[in-house]
């Protein structure tokens, strides 16, 4: 999506505003949110960010539970910390 969004864009820079993988919730399609799965996407899409040079803001630093009520589990859950600000992955 970012190579396509780039060859549209030509010379514009093109940023990601909002990339995060939630840890609960239910799965869509194939996707399986997990402690495992939301380290390992973070880590690697912040590699992929930093070797192709392109600027990059994770969403979001902390849980939504007010989400749930809109969105569901999987809504309220993408945060890096909890909704009490301790950090979900050591």
Do not use: C
């Amino acid at each position: 999506m970012y190579q396509a969004t780039k060859n549209i864009a030509k010379d514009k820079p093109v940023i990601i505003s909002e990339t995060g993988w939630p840890n609960l919730g239910d799965n869509v399609g194939k996707s399986t949110p997990s402690h495992q799965n939301a380290m390992e996407y973070f880590v690697n899409v912040n590699r992929w960010a930093e070797l192709e040079k392109v600027p990059l803001f994770y969403f979001s630093s902390f849980d939504e539970s007010w989400k749930v009520h809109h969105e569901g589990d999987l809504g309220a859950r993408w945060g890096i910390w909890d909704k009490n600000e301790k950090l979900k992955y050591e």
